[in-house]
C-alpha cells in the first residue's frame, strides 16, 4: 500500500498523530468505537497502544530444510484432508507439500476443521517437527489459512500480542496496525540530538515505535524497550523538574530571618541536645525559610527518631519573625497527639497556640477563627482540613504536614495560594512535609520528586540494640522462657495480635482475646497480664495505658491500637503472633515501640507460614533495623502500584517503565531532566519544541507551562 504521496518531489506522509484512528485503513466506524473504548481515539493514541506480549516464531522454512526436533513455521499447498473420528482420540489430518516436500499435519480433536480446511488450499503452520513413520509431522501446531485477506505467515505468528477487548481482538489490532507501521511511527518527533542518542546508547524514537510494534528480533525488541522507558521516564521527570522550578521563581515566601540568638532560644525549649542529623536538617530547613522563595522539604526518620523536634523548631523560626505556623496531622487522633508533644516543649511560653478539631463549634469556634485571622494565634494545630475549610489565616509562613504513612497529603496543601498581584507572583507559606514511613530512594525521585528532602538516619543516642527472632512452633516454649527471665527482671513487654476476637472461617489467625486469655492463665501466672483493644471505652484505655506506662502491668496484650503513640522506655520485649499476617512497613512500625530505652530490646515474631513472600518478609526483619532498607524491600515485594499511585500526584502512569526495574535508567532521566530545566527553565528554546508540546499532552496544563510562556 502507497500510504505516501509525493509532493513537489518530497514524500509526504498522508497521516497525522491527531487524525483519528477510523481513517486508518481496516478501522471504519464500528471499529473506531471498540478502539475508543480502549482508550485509543487518535493514530497517536493508537502509537502508543503498545503489546504487552510479544512473539518471535522461526521464519517459514521450506519443508525439505526442516529437521525434526526443530521448532518451525512451514507454508504449503494442502493435498488432502482425513477425518479419524473413530479412534479414541479424534483426528483430524492434512497432508500439506511444496516443492522440496512433504509433512504431515494432525490436530487432535480437531473435528472442527472438517468445514475449513479444504484441498487446494495455501496453508502456514508453525509448531515442532517430528519424525512418525519415517514421515516429517507436527502436532497440534498454530496455523493460518493463506486466502490473500492474512498477514503474511512471518507476521502472522510472530510480533506483538495486545491487549485485547471482546470486540476487537488481538490479532485484529495486529492486522490494522502491522501494515502502517512504518509509515506512522515517521510521525513520531525525535526529541534529542544524534551526540545525545549515541552517548545515551539509545535508538531513535521513531524507530522504537516501530520496533515495539513488530520487532524483528528480541535484540530490537530489547532496544525499542528501553528507548520507551527512557522517554517516559524522562517526560516524568521533566514535569517534575518544571513544577518545582515554578514553585521556586514564580511564587514567593516570607523570608525567615535567623541569628544566634534566635536559635539560643529555641534549643532552650528542649531538654536535650540535638542530634547530628537533627542539626543537619535544621540548618537545610533555617536555610530554605531565609529565602523568599517558598520551602518545600520533606523531612523523613523512622517513628521516635525526633522529626517533631526539627519541625517544632522551624515552627518557632517562622514565629520569631512573626508569622503564624499551622502544623497538621492526617487525623485528628494524631492531631491531638501533636499538640500534646509541642505543648510539653512550649511550657510557659508566651506563644499563643490551639488545637483546632471538628469537634469545636459554634462562637467558640467563630471567636477562634477570627482570631486566626487576625493573626492572634501563632500556631495552630489540626487536620489537613485546616487548609480548605473556612481558615483564614492572617499571615501564614509555614506549614507543617505530618503523613505518618499515608502519602500524598502533601499535594493538597498547594490549594494554599494567594495571588500577590503587585509582585506579579503567588504567595505561598514554606512547607514542611514530614513522613515516618522511610521513603525509598525509588519513590522518592518519583512521587516526592519535587521536594527537597532531609533524612534523620540515626535516633538520639542512648538507645539499647534492637534483636530480632522469628520463631516457630518449635521454640516458643524457649521464648517464653526467655520472656519469663525478662519479666522477673522487672522488664515489661507487648503481645500484639493480628486481630480482637476470633472468626469461624479464618480459625489460624490468632486472636488478642484467647491470647490474653492463654497468656494470663497458662503461659505467665505469675504476671499482671492486661487486654487492650481499639473497641474498648476510651477511659478504660487511658487508664490501661496509664497502668502500663507506671510498670503496674507487666505485659500489655493488644492489636495494632499500640502502633500509634506509645512510649514506654522499659517495655524492652515486643511478640508479634501471626507476624506472617502483617506487612513489612506495619512490622518496622510496631518494633518501633522498643528499644526506646538504654537496655536491649528484643523483638520475636512468632509465626508458622509456607509463604515465600512472608519467609522473606520476616527473614528481612531478622537481619535488618533499618527502615530505609526495608522500605526498599517492602517496595520490591508488593511493587510500586501498592504502595502509591502516581495518578494521586499528579503524574501519568507508567506503560513501559517501572521504577524499581528500572531505577538506573529513572536516575540517568532524572539528571538529565533537571539539567534540561536548568538550561531552558521554559522549554522554549526551538530545539525543545517537540519535547514541549509532547508534555504539555501528557501533563496538560498541572505543570503551568501554558503561563509560563
Ligand atoms: P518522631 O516525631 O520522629 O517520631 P519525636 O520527635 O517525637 O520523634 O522524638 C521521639 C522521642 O525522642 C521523644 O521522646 C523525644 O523527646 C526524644 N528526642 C528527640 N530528640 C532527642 C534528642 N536529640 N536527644 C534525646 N532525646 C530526643
Ligand atoms: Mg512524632
Known sequence: MDVMATIDGKKQNEFSLSMPVQYLKG??????????????????????????????????????????????????????????SYRRQPLFEAILSDETGVCRIVWFHGG?????????????????????????????????????????????????????????????????????????????????????????????????????????????????????????????????????????????????????????????????????????CIAEIVADMGSSKPMNRLLQGDVGSGKTVVALYAALLAVANKTQVAIMAPTEILAGQHFLSIERYLKNSRLKRVLLTGGLTGKKRTQLLDQIKRGAIDIVVGTVALLQKDVEFGRLGLVVIDEQHKFGVHQRAELRKTRDERRETNYEPHCLVMTATPIPRTLAMTAFGDLDVSVIKHSPPGRGAVITRWVDRDNRKKAYQFIRERLRAKKQAYFVYPRIAPIEEDGDVKAATEGWKSLSTHVFPEFTVELLHGQMPSAKKHQIMAEFRKGKIDVLVSTVVIEVGVDVPNATIMVIEGADRFGLAQLHQLRGRIGRGADKSYCFLFA?????????????????????????????????????????????????ANIIDDFDLLTYARENAFELVCQDPTLTKAEHKSIRQVLLAKFGDTLGLADVA
Open 112 to 280: 472442527f476443521l472438517r468445514n475449513q480446511l479444504k484441498p487446494g488450499q495455501l496453508l502456514t503452520a508453525s509448531g515442532k517437527v517430528a519424525l512418525y513413520k519415517h514421515q516429517l509431522q507436527m502436532t497440534n501446531p498454530k496455523f493460518l489459512i493463506l486466502d490473500g485477506k492474512n498477514l503474511a505467515p512471518d507476521e502472522y505468528f510472530s510480533g506483538g500480542v495486545y491487549p485485547a477487548s471482546s470486540q476487537l481482538s488481538s490479532r485484529q489490532i495486529k492486522r490494522i496496525i502491522a501494515p502502517l507501521i512504518d509509515n506512522l511511527a515517521e510521525l513520531v518527533p525525535e526529541f534529542y540530538n544524534l551526540n545525545f542518542l549515541k552517548e545515551a546508547k539509545l535508538i531513535n524514537r521513531k524507530d522504537a515505535f516501530a520496533w515495539i510494534h513488530k520487532p524483528a528480533n528480541k535484540e530490537k525488541l530489547a532496544k525499542a524497550k528501553r528507548r520507551l522507558k527512557y522517554d517516559e521516564l524522562f517526560l516524568m521527570q521533566l514535569g517534575l523538574a518544571l513544577r518545582r522550578y515554578r514553585k521556586q521563581h514564580f511564587s514567593s515566601a516570607t523570608p525567615c530571618a535567623y541569628n544566634d540568638e534566635i536559635d539560643r532560644r529555641i534549643r532552650r525549649r528542649f531538654p536535650f541536645l540535638l542530634t547530628e542529623d537533627q542539626n543537619g
Open 608 to 656: 508458622q507460614t509456607e509463604s515465600e513472600v512472608a519467609k522473606s518478609r520476616l527473614e528481612i526483619m531478622t537481619r535488618s533495623n533499618d527502615g530505609f532498607e526495608i522500605a526498599e524491600h517492602d517496595l520490591r515485594l508488593r511493587g510500586p502500584g501498592e504502595l502509591f499511585s502516581t495518578r494521586q500526584h499528579g503524574l501519568p502512569d507508567l506503560k513501559v
Open 27 to 84: 478501522v471504519g466506524p464500528a471499529r473506531a468505537i471498540a478502539f475508543a473504548q480502549l482508550g485509543v481515539h487518535t493514530v497517536g493514541d493508537l502509537l502508543e497502544y503498545f503489546p504487552r506480549d510479544w512473539n518471535f516464531a522461526p521464519s517459514a522454512l521450506k519443508i525439505g530444510q526442516v529437521k525434526p526436533g526443530q521448532t518451525a513455521t512451514i507454508v504449503g499447498l494442502v493435498e488432502s484432508v482425513d477425518y479419524q
